[in-house]
């Protein structure tokens, strides 16, 4: 049972850090990300991305892995399926990211900011849509995560 507790802190950190992360990134860098003329947007995107790209995908797997483990390993017949599902709106989460905002990245970041190429489709409106489905996975499984912990015995 200590096992779960600890468990149960880790994967609220866990969901909890990647729905705020997608939630800031929701409300405010992409409003400014979508108010900048291409160029600078694309040298923004590149820096923004540095950091993300690199640790979010562990946290969001984490989140999963924990979200599972402890949806076996409860006696909780209330938490259980909580945090099972909390994992499914996760598993969510990573398929939008590596399916629709990860390629999406990897074509703006191989852009040249000064020397836009004629055929470039500005993909912020489309990012900014597949980002707001991931940012709702990941605040249910925030949300079904916490539930689930709340009803352990």
Not at 44 to 56: A, P, Q, S, V
Not at 65 to 77: C, G, I, K
Not at 103 to 115: F, G, H, T, Y
Not at 123 to 131: I, S, V
């Amino acid at each position: 049972m200590v096992l779960l507790q600890v468990l149960s802190v880790a994967v609220i950190l866990g969901t909890g850090i990647v729905a705020g992360v997608l939630f800031a990134v929701a409300i405010s860098v992409m409003p400014a990300l979508i108010a900048m003329p291409v160029d600078r947007y694309i040298t923004t995107h590149r820096l923004l991305g540095r950091r993300y790209d690199h640790i979010m995908p562990y946290i969001v797997t984490s989140s999963v892995v924990v979200d599972v483990f402890a949806a076996f390993r409860t006696d909780s017949a209330g938490s259980r399926p909580l945090f099972a599902l909390a994992a499914v709106f996760m598993v969510g989460v990573a398929v939008v990211s590596q399916t629709r905002n990860v390629p999406i990245n990897n074509r703006v970041k191989s852009q040249d900011e000064n020397n836009i190429s004629p055929d470039f489709v500005d993909p912020r409106l489309q990012w900014r849509n597949w980002h707001a489905v991931r940012t709702t996975f990941a605040v249910v499984a925030l949300v079904l995560t916490a539930a689930a912990v709340a009803v352990l015995r």
